[in-house]
């Protein structure tokens, strides 16, 4: 009787619940085999409805986890989608990072590259500055060179021509007997006629008598030798000094006093 009544209760639950299709075609299936009413095969289809029960339960917990399964499914594609979307994004602000770092760096490297250029420029104008330095000293130097030579000749030819026209003077003081001397036609032992005595030196006649320009057979004392011979006061107021003009012969016997005294003077030095 309790199998029957299970049977029976199992079977109105049947009709009075919203159960999957496999309970109305159980039902419908006790119906066509009226085992509901049968003693002797209650058992057997109570048994068998619960295993269709227990399949069902099975079948709907699959489908649970199935659905369960595919909710996490969803869900982690979902998230790979989001994650893929975020990696996305970080890989297009790090690209944006690294065009940017890119751009600074050309723009750093254009800079270095404009101060190199102005620095080779600078450079090259200094290196061809200096070149116009080296070889504008190097014209100077020569220009220099030959300034001094062009005046060391010039000051030998001029001595040579002082000293030729000393002698030549000395040699018609000598031949001829002309009055009318003054004191700038005395041929004084200096390259340049001197205006009054005060123009005379003992440097002066040092230079001009002891030259290698001139009387080169001769030592420095034979030189200073002859000179006394000429102007020493013995000789030279006896022959000279009346020929010269009375104005001018106060001057020329000073200028007279003051060669000799500087030719005693060098010839004192060559003695020592």
Not at 30 to 50: A, H, P, Y
Not at 140 to 162: I, P, T, V
Not at 248 to 258: M, N, T, Y
């Amino acid at each position: 009787m309790d199998n029957i009544t299970s049977c029976t209760s199992l079977f109105d639950y049947l009709h009075n619940t919203s159960n999957p299709s496999w309970a109305g075609k159980t039902k419908a299936w006790l119906e066509d085999q009226g085992k509901v009413r049968s003693k002797t095969s209650t058992q057997e289809t109570l048994e068998w409805l619960w295993r269709q029960y227990f399949k069902e339960v099975d079948a709907s917990e699959a489908r649970h986890k199935e659905k369960e399964k595919e909710a996490e499914r969803k869900w982690w594609e979902a998230t790979a989608r989001n994650v893929d979307k975020q990696a996305k994004q970080w890989m297009a602000q790090a690209e944006t990072q690294r065009q940017a770092a890119l751009r600074e760096m050309e723009k750093t490297r254009q800079i270095q590259e404009e101060v190199r250029r102005v620095k080779e420029k600078a450079d090259a104008r200094e290196a061809e500055w200096r070149r116009a330095r080296e070889e504008e000293k190097i014209m100077s130097d020569h220009e220099g060179r030959y300034q001094k030579r062009r005046k060391r000749e010039n000051a030998a030819k001029k001595l040579s021509d002082a000293w030729s026209r000393y002698e030549r003077q000395w040699q018609e003081l000598n031949t001829t007997s002309g009055q009318g001397l003054t004191f700038r036609t005395i041929p004084w032992p200096q390259i340049n006629t001197p205006s009054s005595p005060l123009s005379i030196s003992a440097a002066n006649i040092s230079f001009f008598l002891l030259s290698p320009i001139h009387s080169g057979g001769k030592s420095k004392r034979e030189r200073i030798r002859e000179a006394m011979q000429r102007w020493h006061n013995d000789k030279f107021e006896p022959r000279v000094l009346p020929r010269v003009i009375e104005r001018d012969r106060a001057a020329v016997k000073e200028g007279v006093d003051i060669v000799v005294r500087c030719l005693n003077h060098l010839l004192s030095q060559e003695s020592a």
